[in-house]
């Protein structure tokens, strides 16, 4: 069974700074490698897809990058808004199913 | 993307079985994935399993495999899911996902289901 690991666990940080969320595969994986923003009460929200391709409707400040092993989510010049927890999800085909991190909560500095 | 809008019972005794249900509206059922996903107060979300729009093709969660059902009813553009034998540890906010092809993500969610399972 493949592992997500996501680090930082909580990462505080500033409007206008620059994110940067990692998401870790036990072992390695093939990039269907998804990232979900969640806020308190709601349902997660599709941000990236395929290690790095933006959902509809999202903003170019979220993009998503990485390979093998290791995954990466940048929020650039964050917004007010984008101050949420943070999941990455693997699909894996044989056999199939989808594993979820643990989070990463990014909190207002 | 279709809208989702989900029910059900929502505190359950342990033993009882957890049945949900989910409706589809503004879109086609067909050529879809539909999904359940829970997440435990506090915690990430947990897939529980998916099965295709006719219903054919299912997989579940190895975890769960055993106590899971999830089915289609194409007439009313509808999926649900049922889990036997619940305890405290299924105490979770549950969600119906759709997925709108077989290499996409869950791009639609319900509103979620808080099931809370206590004697």
């Known amino acids: 069974e493949i592992v997500l690991t996501q680090s930082p666990a909580t990462l505080a940080l500033s409007p206008g700074d620059t994110a940067t969320l990692s998401c870790r595969a036990s072992?390695?994986?093939?990039?269907?490698l998804t990232w979900y923003q969640q806020k308190p009460g709601q349902a997660p929200r599709l941000l990236i897809y395929?290690?790095?391709s933006r959902a509809t409707g999202i903003p170019a400040r979220f993009s998503g990058s990485g390979s093998g092993t290791d995954f990466t989510l940048t929020i650039s010049s964050l917004e007010p808004e984008d101050f949420a927890v943070y999941y990455c999800?693997?699909?894996?085909?044989?056999?199939?199913?989808?594993?979820f991190g643990q989070g990463t909560k990014l909190e207002i500095k | 993307q279709v809208q989702l809008q989900q029910w059900g019972a929502g505190l359950l005794k342990p033993s009882e079985t957890l049945s949900l249900i989910c409706a589809v509206y503004?879109?086609?059922?067909?050529?879809?994935?539909w999904t359940w996903i829970r997440q435990p107060p506090g915690k990430g979300p947990e897939w529980i399993g998916e099965?295709?729009?006719?219903?054919?093709?299912?997989y579940y969660n190895p975890s769960l495999k055993s106590r899971v059902t999830i089915s289609v009813d194409t007439s009313k553009n509808q999926f649900s899911l049922k889990m036997t034998s619940v305890t405290a540890a299924d105490t979770a906010v549950y969600y119906c996902?759709?997925?709108?092809?077989?290499?996409?993500?869950?791009?639609?969610w319900g509103q979620g289901t808080l099931v809370t399972v206590s004697s």
């Open positions: 996902t759709s997925r709108p092809g077989i290499s996409s993500p869950s791009d639609s």
């Open positions: 395929d290690a790095s």
């Open positions: 072992q390695s994986v093939s990039g269907y």
């Open positions: 503004g879109g086609s059922f067909s050529d879809h994935y």
């Open positions: 999800q693997l699909r894996t085909n044989w056999p199939r199913m989808y594993t």
């Open positions: 099965v295709n729009h006719s219903g054919a093709t299912y």
